[in-house]
T-cell receptor
């Protein structure tokens, strides 16, 4: 069964450092998402991406964040200068199209720890 | 903005007992999704419901969406330790993303 993959599974970084989280969406999917979940809190939407550009973003997704699809398979989330409050689980998701009839497939997540 | 409230926040049941988790939306739902999450891990898709009054079952888990499409319930019959985890309901937001409730933590005592 096709699946969304994410690397690394766990990333530890120092405050102020840049991190890049990587995702490989399912190959025939066209819409990609990043969500985050701070420990013990809700899963929150960050950004959606379609046709090589951002479709929508939440207020969490400020200038410190960027997304890119550098090639035909990877989808990345970059945090330019990490803060302590960026520590969270980051999930990538993909789907064929955003419809109530489609499943949104989630990756296993990357746990980011900012020290 | 749309909000999803889940109840209860946590639940401890004896193995073999039935249980129900509820999800209420502040707005009409266009697609209601149930996921299960082991603590600190990824989201496992369980079911999605689209139509008012719809009901779906998989193994011992049944999910329903009410006629007004603002409430959903997840029912587990004869719970087992493998059912333990955090159950999340999610609704489609206007931006295509999913909006999640806070989750219900289920513990099943052997």
């Amino acid at each position: 069964e096709p699946e969304v993959t994410q690397t690394p599974s766990h990333q530890v970084t120092q405050m102020g450092q840049e991190v890049i989280l990587r995702c490989v969406p399912i190959s025939n999917h066209l819409y990609f998402y990043w969500y985050r979940q701070i420990l013990g809190q809700k899963v929150e939407f960050l950004v959606s991406f379609y046709n090589n550009e951002i479709s929508e973003k939440s207020e969490i997704f400020d200038d410190q964040f960027s997304v890119e699809r550098p090639d035909g398979s990877n989808f990345t989330l970059k945090i330019r200068s990490t803060k302590l409050e960026d520590s969270a689980m980051y999930f990538c998701a993909s789907e064929v199209a955003p419809s109530s009839y489609n499943e949104q497939f989630f990756g296993p997540g990357t746990r980011l720890t900012v020290l | 903005s749309q909000e999803l409230e889940q109840s209860p926040q946590s639940l401890i049941v004896q193995e073999g007992k039935n249980l129900t988790i509820n999800c209420t939306s502040s707005k009409t739902l266009y697609g209601l999704y149930w996921y299960k999450q082991k603590y600190g891990e990824g989201l496992i898709f369980l079911m999605m419901l689209q139509k008012g009054g719809e009901e779906k079952s998989h193994e011992k888990i049944t999910a329903k969406l009410d006629e007004k499409k603002q409430q959903s319930s997840l029912h587990i019959t004869a719970s087992q330790p493998s059912h333990a985890g955090i159950y999340l309901c999610g609704g489609r937001g206007s931006q295509g993303n999913l909006i999640f409730g806070k989750g219900t933590k289920l513990s099943v005592k052997p």
